[in-house]
Structure formats: C-alpha cells, structure tokens
C-alpha cells in the first residue's frame, strides 16, 4: 500500500460521491450523499472484501437542539435526551411546521406517542421502505443495524444533519493533551463539520425504535484523511489481525470490528510521540494499539474517541467475550506479533514481514504491478458508476417530449446544483472534485443534447446549426468512442458521407487495442470484472484521476428522443418489448430498454459497414463485416461486449444487406437464445421469416 494507491482511492470514491449528491438533487432527491469507511479512507486491499459505506443525507429536515431553532414551513425534529436514552442516543420530537409547537397527536404510522403524551419519531421508515422496495424489484433485503440495502457490498445509512453540536462532543475538543495531534487547526474544522443522527437504537434498550444514534463520521473522516502512511499501515495490520487472527479465534463468539481498530488507532495517534511513527516502529506502534485494546477488555469499558462515555463493547462483546479476546491478545503481544505470519489475505502478512525483517520473498508482487491491479479496479469501478449515474440522471426526462428533453438538458448543463452540496471550506480536494465533475457532467450531457437537436433538424430537413456543431465538439472528448460514433451516425444520416468516415478514420486511430469498454447498463459488474491487462499496463503511478476517459469508452446510447440520428435497425431496439417482456424486464436495466444501446466497438465496424458502402469502398465495407463479426466473438471472450445480443442483431443485419438471408436468420435465433426475452431479435426473426 502506498501514497498513490491511498490517494486513488480517495479521488475515486470522492468523485462518486460528489456525481451521487448531485443525481440525488437531479432526481429531486434532497439528499447529500457521503462515502464513509475503507475505500474512501483507502484503509482497504483487495482480499479484505471491503464494502461501501454511503450515508444519505436528508437535508429539508431542521433537527433542533432547542426551540429557538425552529424554522417556519420546514419538518422541525426536536433532539430529546430522554431518561432512557445513552449517552450516544436521543429521541426526536415532532414539532410542527407552522409553530413552535410540538404535535399533540400522531401524523403516520412512524409518529409514536408515548406515555407522557409526547409525539417522538420512530426510526423505522427508512428500514419499512427499504423492504418494500426491495420487494418491488424483486432484489434481496439486507439490513445490517441502521443500513439497508439490496446487495451485501453497499451499507446504505439514512441520517439527519444536527444542527449544532452535540453536548457529548464537547469533551473531545476541551480535554487536555499532551500531543500536537489534532492541531487546533483540525479540532476547528471538525466543530464546524458537526455530526449526524442515524436511525439506530441503542442494543440494550427498551425504547430502540425510538432511539436516533449520534454519528461524528464526518469529523472521523477528516481525522483519518489527516494520517499518514505509516498510521495507514498501522490500521491496516490491526485490521488484517482482526479479520485471520483474532475474529476467527472467537468463532463467532463475539466479534472485533474495524471501527474498533480505528478507534485504537485514534488513541495511539493522540498519544504516542511523534518520533514512534516511523516504519522501523510499526510492530511498536502496533503493539500499542493492542495494549490499549487489552486493557479495555479489563475495565470492560472501550470508549468511543469523540465520546468517551459511550462504550463501544456494548452489543459486540459480554465479559466473557471479552475474556476471550484478551486471550488471543495476549497471545499476539506476548510473541510480538508473530501471528502476523499467519494472515494469509493478500499475503499482507508476509509482505509486512518482509518489509521489517527484509527477508527475501520470490514470489511477491512487485510494487507497480500491484499499483496497476488496484488502480485498473479503481477506474472501472468510477467509470461504471459514472455511467450509471448518467443513466439515472436521463431517465428522469425518458418520457419527454424532444422538445422538453432538449430544455431539461439545458438546464441541468446550465444551472447544475453543486452549490447544494454544503461543502466545508477546508474540504479542498472535494470542492476540487465538484468543480472537475460540473464540468465532465456538463460535456457528457452535452452528447445527448447535440444529438437531440440533431434529430430535430434531420426529422425536419433543416440545417444543422452552429450552437449543435459547439455542443458536439464539446462533448467529443469525454471517452474516446461513443460521442464520435454518435457524431459519425448523425453526419451519416444528415448524407455527408465523407465526413463520416473521417470520424471513423478519427476512432480508428485512437480505438486501439489498450482502451477499456465501459457498461453502465447493470451488465458489468465493477467489483467482479476485471480490466485488461493491456489497459492497467499502461496506468501511471502518479495518477489519482482513475477515470481515464482517454483509455476508456462508454457503451453507445441513443434516447428515443435522438431517434433521427440513430441507424433504422436501432430504431427496434427501442421498441424490443414484444407481449408481456416488460413485465419480464430485469430491475435493474428498466433505465435504458426503451433506448438504444450498443457497445462502442460493434457500433464502430457497424457503422463503417454502412459509409463504406454508400462511398462505393466495397473492398473496404467487407472488412469492416470480418471485423464486426471478430470484434463479437473477441468481444466476449475478453469481457468487452456487453450489450451481445444487440451487437448479435446488427452483424444479422449487415448478412440482410449482403444478401445472406440464410446466415442473418442464424444470427437473429443466435440473438434470441442469448436473451429470450426484450431483444429485438425477436422483431427481426418476424420480418425475415415473412422474407423467406
């Protein structure tokens, strides 16, 4: 693990994290949206499975510490420290938007009234519609604590903004320290980036669906980003230890967390010298962290680093849990580490050993090697997410008038929200993020606004202006083929032939064989695929930016709406339901099956197909059919074709034009068994068997 791959993994998930605030306000969401946890802190590697921990924010609600901060017209939520509560909870008091009154009686089925009359807010909605919705997709329901999701590598947390700072932080910023660590500078940024209110009751409690738990991850998060890589390395190693070690040893009995490990680390960091935190120390520093959790496990008390009076043993370990864990601690200290041999995830357990004893391992991977396979993961993942965002961001305008679609695009290109995102000043890196992201969101939207008008003026016979020629060339460069193919379709369907095929001359020279297909369709799954290796061969390690637009390309995606710009056999592809397939349509691809969506490489041999042919370049129209049909077979072989079926459709297609009835039929039914249901294979198959 290094500095790059850290900061990677940042500027990745800071990136998601700002495109996801900014769909959820799109969509009319008012969320703002955070990624908490390993990969964003880049505390993670590969083998440990990390998931991704995303708090939604919801911002229209004013949680009141008392009622001089009641807001007309708003939904006001009064934080009570009820006699039941910990010192980590509270319940919230519905106040009324009109007057700074409380609700004498219950609104819905989440307003609970408890026996002193008094109307509190249950922490159930968000778990309730979280079922439901799972149910409606037909998609599994996974509630871990106050996350709900419907796939095991998303925690997805709901939580409201205190308005203040809570009472049982104040200690933390007040207490006395002997260490220059957090600076001043870092204890006033944390007071003014404040904390959250998740749904999530107390274990131990009576009165838990009521219960509101206070969150300070935004402060932990702005202390783990101020570490360096030697406390990273420290955190990592307790994690790996917790994970082979220590987690196994209980059997299920109990459990150490990573939030645990992160809180020693928190402890170590503010207590131990500066001169400690060097790498020929790292078994020292390491061996603190561990004391200190020995020790905790003795009083029976592990405090919270922001809130010391709450015990984080509660609801993870009883006393004789514990007993157990001080066991396997005191082994690993007593042989100084040496289980250390034994963590077999990643071979992270040799490696450290290697890097303190300098023992000589042969088999290891060497360093840009291993930078290169988490940066390929990192940039699949930003580009699949991206797309994805796209996709959902479109589909709010589906059923839209072409003129509608084209003011939407507009507007969003013009006015998009990031001023909403309520970032704290310190947050450089993030507010650069926003900027950078503002303006790849305002290009890529660009694509699809260019192409619109286009189909306007192609539908119309009018001549295409100078604002669309402006809003394509801006858009050209946000991948290396989907915005260039759709120009090249366009200027093929407006006639001008010749400039078409320079586009296409123009994808050939940059499409080469080291450029990274991307599916934002729900048909590439970014924690499984695996980039080629041509692609990560030529990452950088000075790169953060893992997106690489310029080594990557989108699948090629035309709205209904654009439907003038696309080729007629396209035009199926919209219309590809047939009988009840709708009903039959995965949940996840609902976005884009009244689209037309292809993948960039078929599209581009498709699309050479047709100029050549029209330009009268028969010995060229014929290699762009072999290369169509190798660029099918090759294509999934070497995962870079997603969308099979309709990359099948148009190779039939092309035999149709050829005059090979025989072999599109073929190619149609091939089309067919692939994806029975919503191709529009099922569409040609009718047409050609009328044919023949």
């Known amino acids: 693990m290094t500095e790059l791959i850290i900061g990677s993994r940042r500027h990745t998930f800071l990136q998601d994290e700002s495109l996801l605030t900014w769909r959820e306000q799109v969509r009319g969401r008012p969320n703002v949206c955070y990624h908490f946890g390993s990969?964003?802190?880049?505390?993670?590697?590969?083998?440990?499975?990390s998931d991704i921990d995303t708090l939604f924010c919801c911002d229209h609600v004013n949680i009141m510490s008392g009622m001089s901060d009641w807001k007309r017209g708003k939904k006001n939520l009064l934080m009570v420290k009820h006699a039941t509560c910990s010192p980590q909870h509270y319940r919230l008091q519905e106040i009324r938007p009109d007057l700074p009154l409380p609700f004498t009686f219950p609104r819905d089925e989440f307003s609970?009234?408890?026996n002193d009359g008094i109307i509190y807010m249950s922490n159930r909605a968000a778990g309730t519609f979280a079922r439901q919705y799972a149910a409606d997709i037909n998609r599994p329901y996974i509630n871990a604590g106050p996350s709900h999701s419907i796939s095991d590598m998303y925690d997805n947390v709901p939580a409201y903004r205190c308005g203040t700072l809570p009472v049982e932080c104040e200690s933390w910023f007040t207490r006395p320290r002997h260490r220059i660590w957090p600076t001043q500078e870092m204890l006033q940024t944390a007071r003014e980036l404040g904390c959250f209110l998740i749904p999530d009751g107390h274990c131990n409690s009576e009165y838990s669906s009521l219960e509101w738990r206070i969150s300070p991850s935004l402060i932990e998060r702005h202390l783990m980003f101020s570490m360096h890589l030697i406390h990273i390395h420290c955190y990592v190693s307790l994690k790996l230890l917790k994970k082979d070690i220590i987690n196994p040893y209980l059997n299920g009995d109990g459990k150490l967390t990573s939030?645990?490990?992160?809180?020693?680390?928190?402890?170590?960091?503010?207590?131990?010298?500066?001169?400690?935190?060097?790498?020929?120390?790292l078994f020292d520093c390491i061996l603190y962290c561990l004391n200190l959790i020995r020790d905790w496990t003795i009083s029976g008390h592990f405090p919270h680093y922001i809130m010391d009076e709450v015990n984080l043993f509660d609801g993870k370990l009883n006393s004789e849990q514990r007993a157990r864990l001080r066991t396997v601690l005191d082994s690993i200290i007593d042989t100084r580490l040496a289980p250390l041999a034994f963590v077999k995830t990643d071979d992270l357990g040799v490696r450290l050993l290697n890097n303190v004893y300098t023992v000589a391992i042969r088999d290891m991977k060497p360093h840009r090697a291993m930078h290169q396979e988490i940066t390929g993961f990192l940039s699949v993942y930003g580009n699949v997410c991206l797309a994805r965002h796209m996709s959902m961001i479109l589909e709010k305008a589906a059923?839209?008038?072409t003129d509608e679609l084209c003011l939407y695009l507009y507007s969003l290109i013009n006015a998009m929200p990031f001023h909403q995102l309520h970032r704290h000043d310190t947050e450089h890196v993030l507010c650069m993020l926003d900027g950078e992201n503002r303006d790849y969101i305002g290009r890529y939207l660009q694509q699809h606004l260019a192409s619109t008008a286009a189909s306007i003026c192609l539908q119309h016979g009018m001549p295409i202006g100078s604002r669309i020629w402006s809003w394509y060339s801006a858009a050209i460069d946000t991948d290396v083929a989907s915005t260039r193919l759709k120009l090249a379709s366009m200027l093929?369907?407006?006639?001008?032939?010749?400039?078409?095929?320079?586009?296409?001359?123009?994808?050939?020279?940059?499409?080469?064989?080291?450029?990274?297909?991307?599916?934002?369709?729900?048909r590439m799954d970014q924690w499984v695929t695996k980039p080629r290796k041509v692609f990560t061969d030529l990452l950088n390690e000075g790169d953060t930016d893992v997106l690489m637009k310029n080594r990557v390309t989108y699948c090629v995606r035309f709205l209904r709406q654009e439907v003038f710009c696309a080729p007629p056999i396209l035009h199926f592809e919209m219309v590809r339901a047939v009988g009840d397939d709708i009903q039959h349509r995965d949940p996840n691809e609902r976005v884009w099956m009244n689209?037309?969506?292809?993948?960039?490489?078929?599209?581009?041999h498709y699309l050479q197909y047709l100029t050549f042919r029209d330009l009268g370049l028969r010995h060229?129209?014929?290699?762009a059919f072999d290369a169509l049909r190798t660029s099918i077979v090759e294509g999934q072989r070497q995962h870079q074709v997603f969308h099979s079926e309709t990359a099948a459709n148009l190779l039939a297609h092309c035999w149709e034009m050829e005059g090979g009835f025989d072999e599109a039929l073929d190619w149609y039914l091939a089309s067919q068994e692939a994806m029975p249901r919503n191709n529009a294979a099922n569409l040609h198959i009718r047409r050609l068997t009328n044919i023949l």
Request: glycine share 6%; charged share 25%.
């Open 492 to 522: 093929y369907y407006k006639g001008n032939l010749q400039m078409a095929a320079d586009v296409l001359d123009d994808v050939e020279r940059r499409y080469d064989n080291t450029v990274q297909a991307i599916c934002g369709c729900n």
């Open 595 to 604: 689209w037309a969506v292809v993948d960039a490489r078929p599209f581009f």
């Open 39 to 49: 990969m964003t802190e880049g505390t993670t590697t590969p083998g440990m499975g």
């Open 399 to 401: 059923d839209n008038t």
């Open 112 to 114: 609970v009234k408890d």
């Open 259 to 281: 939030f645990h490990c992160k809180t020693a680390l928190f402890y170590a960091r503010e207590q131990l010298l500066f001169e400690m935190w060097t790498s020929d120390r």
């Open 620 to 623: 060229k129209q014929l290699q």
